[in-house]
Nanobody, 126 residues
Framework: QVQLVESGGGLVQAGGSLRLSCAAS????????MGWFRQAPGKERIVVAA????????FYADSVKGRFTISRDNRKNTVYLQMSSLKPEDTAIYYC???????????????????WGQGTQVTVSS
């Protein structure tokens, strides 16, 4: 069982930056692939970025490429999402997710993930 706790959300002006963190419990964090998803009001939850267990494979949604960076620190059992040049359309609840299995590729579908955090709100004002 893995418990995930997100932090770092908040209110920021367009063009600003935020760094989200997701702290995971358990001693097997290094074997989990991780992902960040977001859900805006009235919309489906979609993948934003993902990273495989060893950090050699990453994925970014087209809408965030060049602005967001996913990374992980296995010593701290934490995955990060650095968000820059934020836009109002980035406003959403951001969720961290984890999946077992040492996949060579970052996983991008919700169905691939076994564990989810409670989410953190990110609001970007224009």
């Amino acid at each position: 069982q893995v418990q995930l706790v997100e932090s770092g959300g908040g209110l920021v002006q367009a063009g600003g930056s935020l760094r989200l963190s997701c702290a995971a419990s358990g001693r097997t964090f290094s074997s989990y692939g991780m992902g960040w998803f977001r859900q805006a009001p009235g919309k489906e939850r979609i993948v934003v970025a993902a990273i495989n267990w060893i950090g050699l494979s990453t994925f970014y949604a087209d809408s965030v490429k060049g602005r967001f960076t996913i990374s992980r620190d296995n010593r701290k059992n934490t995955v990060y999402l650095q968000m820059s040049s934020l836009k109002p359309e980035d406003t959403a609840i951001y969720y961290c997710a984890a999946h077992g299995g040492r996949s060579n590729l970052a996983q991008v579908t919700m169905a691939s993930y076994d564990y989810w955090g409670q989410g953190t709100q990110v609001t970007v004002s224009s």
